[in-house]
């Protein structure tokens, strides 16, 4: 599976056409398909390209949200 460092994976913040990938406790999901990371923006809160492990805590929804979305790769150091 493909590795991601954070430079990596800034990459694709989901703008200008680019891919949305977001990780989380380790995974690289893709939500490129989801209308709710239009642009990687997510509820003008979150923005795609990044590590969002420690916002979950704080979201409205529990983290199954991110069984419906491939995981793509791993975050690595
Ligand atoms: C879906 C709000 C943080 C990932 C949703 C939905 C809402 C929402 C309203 C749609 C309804 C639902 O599934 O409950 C928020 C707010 C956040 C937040 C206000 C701010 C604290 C996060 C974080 C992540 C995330 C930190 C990722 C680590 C997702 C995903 C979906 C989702 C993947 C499903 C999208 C889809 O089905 O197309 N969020 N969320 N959210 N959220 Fe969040």
């Known amino acids: 599976m493909e590795e991601f460092t954070k430079e990596q994976l800034a990459k694709y913040n989901g703008?200008?056409?680019?891919?949305c990938y977001i990780a989380y406790q380790g995974k690289v999901y893709d939500v490129?398909?989801?209308?709710l990371w239009d642009e990687?923006?997510?509820q003008g809160m979150h923005e795609?390209?990044?590590?969002l492990t420690e916002e979950m805590d704080d979201s409205p929804h529990d983290d199954d949200v991110m069984e419906d979305f491939p995981v793509v790769g791993t975050l690595v150091e």
């Open 15 to 19: 703008q200008d056409g680019e891919k």
């Open 48 to 51: 795609g390209g990044i590590d």
């Open 32 to 35: 490129t398909e989801s209308m």
């Open 40 to 42: 990687g923006d997510h």
